[in-house]
């Protein structure tokens, strides 16, 4: 390698094709003529959402497999040709690391360095380094299946540390990680390229993680959009990125989707009791011609990767085009008034002497958003099972539209509808085989069942794809399906869980219209998601860790518990953060010993 | 691939210390993974007890009336024959009619009948015994008439040593079962057993321990490092190998001090055999696993393949001479069915090496073909 030369790029593509053929026959382009550079002792990311092609990408780097057409080189080597050379010299941690769970964080870490000829006295002075950058040190005995997620990454991340590789694939190292473990993966890796010149390709699907890297790819449906240092893309979105301050009795949330409807508005997102939104087009007075921004306080904003990114996709999905995803019920839920509509009060639940769920209590109003945030194991899901009656509570209270759960579980499953965390709607039935058939699981039938499924279709804009099998359907449109198929019944409450993990930017801003719509219709909505910034558009949220509430109250009580930094107002993630390091003060020393950061 | 391997030699040390970590932390996987011990050792042992003791195709305690018609010591002393037999559990009745009602009401399997004259027939040298037998099961009635004829045999053969003349005596033609003088199933049973557990071990688990390393990710992070394909397979084929012969072991201790079956021949041309075999099984598994990449498609296609030829087409529990002749012809291909033939032959005759070195070159032969192709279809690749 000549790194000291002309820094030659580390990986160099050009052209690259690679399809797919699914089990149904049909052909997918996973990526279409993608070329890309990685420059050497950077952090490069590849930025796109599921489907997108950043796998297949990585692993074509990884030698794991071949492309169609278009040549791939990494360190000079065609990794077509001789991929085993290319293996030995580069490190790669897939999505799931593939850790021998019951072998433990030494025994993993000692089976890599064999792989690797790493020797005994390489490992004396490698280790004590590793141990401390993951702080794992305390569990070597532990085994690897009885880590937490997070814990596991930093585990995947060390085993492909045992020597240091010329360069580092890393697939979503911080997807399904919690936030604390996200910003611990972080400085691991940033440290890494900084102080010991390693090159990093990465590929995620937040883009705030893409703004912190030295250059970003960002891919759509198997092509590159742009690439460049994240600053560029976000330039893209200077003088056109404002933060508008609701008029007095406005929410955020009814901004947002009134912004969203404009043609001239690219994208709206609340944030901090405010919105920030992004003209189509450079605009020296940011409220011309905007209804919508009628008495509301703009003041310029920094864009972020995240507009640039918003102006890219907007620019290819049919320009100009505005959002689906209006939802109107013709039969809205009757308001009880301000009764409660949702209430749990010391919720228990235990697996034997384990507490998943422990006196978990909070009230939900009706036609309001909750929303349940927490790092995985937290008891979310568990909660949620309790509350739609699909699991007995240990001990508490547990009211669900005025009915207690605990003697009537029957007569409130037909009031509340619950859409699932995986697409659990039957893949080879076609979308109207799928609606039929929930449709008579609650009981509707003859007209009644045929009104229903026609405002399903329409209101979900699925009629063009009736007789398609539902696994077939594009991304966005699954989600859609199941919502459809949970409010055919016309619950009053709708129980979402992680909806929107996985989805691209646009489809989640789709999905959060709807549920705003629903909300502003009466419909009670409950929603769990790990994307932090989601939070702004709940009413009210609680956070969850280790089966307890650690804090409670609407998006801008919960912010203000976070460290105050200087200079400007503190996000969703610092505040969860600094919540949930508050709640296991003392218990672990998390990531303490990592030092310095760029 | 091969051009930079010959460019680039590496010290074969670097080859060893891999498939060696490999072999270690496989071994690790076995020992804390219940699966394994449950396939490895458990399930051998049950089934050991299971056909040692639940399955048996013998017929003991059968009910049988003798009628004795006759009240010589002579007639006497041989319904006590019967009387005392294992085999049998004897009602002495004096009367033929009695007897007949106990046959229809499917009381007694059998009826032994003493003629009045059996005493005089005797001195005469042409003394006959009845024996009526039940022939709803034609198989069981067959095995009662041996015994039956056994019995009396026995009788005879008894009275001969005492020196008492019989004047040529009852002539009853008996069969000799050959190689299972103690008429005991376990001496078949046994052996055949030893087919299932190394097909269980060999194939089974190692196609679902493998399949499992597809499933969960394991061997995508484990390929992006200098470990070549040869070695992956080395690391997992090595352990299992092993434990293979401890399940063997298990087997071989359980017929000797269990059930006290002799092994005839030698016990090296068994582990021999068996080895064979359990690289046939081995390299199958790691085929199936290769091909399916799911543990439970793996567990679904080895089951069919594997374990239920080797149970029910390899000449163990059904003779391969009753089969019809397309059945017979499948079973040429079936592994199993060699490795049975070695392990009766060395179990119940010796060391017949007409018979044991063709099956086990049929053996050697299939563990090159299926080693060999696993090695080639097995590759570093996720597409």
């Known amino acids: 390698m000549s790194a000291a030369g002309g820094n030659p790029p580390v990986l160099v593509g050009r052209d690259i094709r690679k399809t797919f053929r699914r089990h149904t026959g049909d052909v997918v382009k996973a990526l279409d003529a993608v070329s890309l550079e990685v420059g050497p002792g950077m952090l490069t990311a590849l930025v796109g959402p599921d489907g997108a092609g950043k796998t297949t990408l990585i692993r074509l780097a990884a030698g794991l497999m071949t492309a169609d057409t278009g040549e791939l080189k990494v360190l000079d080597i065609d990794v077509a040709a001789d991929p085993q050379q290319v293996q030995e010299r580069i490190g790669y941690m897939p999505q799931r690391f593939g850790l021998y769970e019951d072998l433990s964080v030494l025994e993993n870490l000692n089976l890599y360095a064999d792989m690797h000829g790493v020797t005994a006295a390489e490992r004396r002075e490698r280790y004590p380094r590793l141990m401390e950058m993951t702080a794992l040190g305390r569990f070597t005995d532990r085994l690897a299946g009885r880590l937490s997620g997070g814990m596991k990454q930093k585990l995947g991340l060390a085993c492909t540390l045992v020597r240091l590789p010329e360069l580092l694939l890393l697939d979503e190292p911080t997807v399904g990680v919690d936030p604390l473990s996200r910003r611990d993966l972080w400085k691991i890796i940033r440290q890494l390229v900084h102080d010991q010149g390693l090159t990093v390709l990465l590929s995620t699907s937040y883009l705030d993680e893409a703004e912190r890297c030295d250059r970003s790819v960002v891919l759509q449906e198997g092509r590159v959009l742009a690439q460049g240092p994240p600053a560029e893309l976000s330039r893209k979105a200077a003088g056109r990125t404002f933060l508008a301050e609701p008029p007095a009795g406005q929410t955020a949330r009814g901004l947002q989707a009134r912004l969203l409807d404009d043609p001239g508005i690219v994208d709206a997102v609340p944030e901090g009791g405010q919105v920030r939104f992004v003209r189509a087009a450079p605009e020296a007075d940011p409220v011309a011609s905007v209804g919508a921004l009628q008495g509301a306080a703009v003041v310029p904003a920094q864009p972020r990767f995240e507009d640039g990114f918003m102006i890219l996709l907007r620019g290819t999905a049919a320009a100009g085009q505005a959002l689906a995803g209006s939802t109107i019920l013709d039969r809205p839920p009757e308001r009880y008034g301000d009764e409660v509509v949702i209430e749990v009060r010391d919720l228990v639940r235990r697996f034997g002497s384990f507490a998943a769920v422990d006196h978990v209590s909070f009230e939900v109003r009706p036609g309001a958003i909750f929303g349940l945030l927490g790092p995985n194991g937290a008891g979310k899901t568990t909660t949620f099972r309790m509350l739609c009656g699909l699991l007995p509570a240990t001990s508490g209270t547990l009211r669900v539209a005025g009915v207690d759960l605990r003697q009537a579980r029957a007569s409130a499953r037909q009031r509340i509808g619950y859409v699932a965390q995986k697409f659990s709607l039957y893949g080879p039935l076609s979308v109207t085989e799928n609606l039929e058939f929930f449709a008579s699981a609650y009981g509707l039938h003859g007209g009644r069942r045929r009104d229903r499924i026609g405002w399903a279709m329409r209101q979900f804009e699925l009629a063009r794809f009736a007789r398609l099998p539902s696994e077939q359907l594009p991304g966005g449109y699954k989600q859609r399906l199941a919502m459809a198929a949970a409010l055919l019944h016309q619950p009053e409450i709708l129980f979402l869980d992680e909806p929107t993990s996985g989805a691209d930017p646009l489809a989640r801003r789709e999905f959060w219209r709807r549920i705003s719509a629903l909300a502003e219709q009466g419909v009670t909505a409950i929603i769990t998601t790990h994307f932090l910034e989601e939070a702004e558009y709940c009413d009210r949220v609680a956070i969850m860790d280790a089966g307890r509430v650690l804090a409670q109250g609407t998006p801008a009580e919960v912010r203000r518990r976070a460290r105050p930094e200087p200079g400007r107002s503190p996000t969703m993630e610092e505040a969860f953060i600094a919540i949930v390091e508050a709640a296991r003060h003392g218990e672990s020393p998390h990531a303490a010993s990592v030092g310095g950061d760029a | ?383």
């Open chain 2, 1 to 383: 691939m091969n051009a930079t391997e010959r460019s680039r030699p590496r010290p074969l040390s670097a080859k060893g210390r891999r498939v060696w970590s490999l072999v270690r932390k496989e071994t690790h996987q076995i020992v804390r993974d219940p699966s394994s011990i449950a396939v490895g050792v458990v399930l051998p042992v049950i089934l050991i007890l299971l056909f040692g003791y639940g399955l048996s195709l013998d017929v003991m305690n059968v009910p049988v009336a003798v009628v004795l018609e006759d009240p010589s010591p002579d007639a006497v002393e041989l319904a006590a024959g019967f009387q005392l037999s294992p085999y049998f559990e004897a009602r002495l009745l004096t009367s033929m009619s009695r007897a007949r009602e106990l046959m229809l009401a499917r009381q007694v399997d059998g009826i032994v009948r003493i003629r009045p004259d059996f005493a005089r027939h005797l001195s005469l040298g042409d003394a006959e015994v009845q024996i009526l037998v039940h022939g709803t099961d034609a198989n069981k009635a067959r095995i009662i008439q041996i015994y039956a004829q056994g019995a009396v045999g026995q009788w005879t053969a008894r009275r001969a040593a005492e020196g008492k003349d019989v004047a040529g005596g009852p002539v009853i033609v008996r069969d000799r079962l050959w190689f299972n003088e103690a008429n005991d199933s376990h001496y078949f049973l046994v052996p055949g057993l030893v087919v299932l557990v190394m097909t269980l071990i060999g194939a089974l688990l190692t196609a679902m321990v493998m399949a499992r390393e597809w499933e969960r990710g394991t061997l995508e992070s484990l390929f992006v490092t200098p470990v070549r394909i040869d070695e992956v397979l080395l690391g997992k084929t090595i352990p299992y190998f092993a434990l293979g012969m401890v399940g063997l072991s298990l087997c071989l201790l359980a017929a000797r001090f269990l059930f006290q079956i002799p092994v005839r021949g030698s016990v090296w041309v068994l582990a021999g055999g068996s080895m064979l075999y359990l690289l046939v099984a081995l390299g199958i598994g790691l085929l199936i696993s290769t091909a399916t990449k799911s543990q439970f498609v793996a567990s679904q296609v080895t089951v069919l393949v594997s374990f239920l030829p080797a149970f029910m087409l390899s000449g163990f529990l059904f003779d391969l001479r009753s089969m019809p002749a397309v059945v017979r012809a499948i079973t040429t291909i079936l592994p199993a069915r060699y490795y049975v033939a070695i392990l009766q032959t060395v179990f119940l005759a010796g060391d017949v090496w007409g018979v044991i070195v063709p099956n086990a070159a049929v053996l050697a032969i299939m563990a090159a073909v299926v080693l060999l192709l696993s090695r080639v279809i097995t590759r570093k690749k996720l597409d």
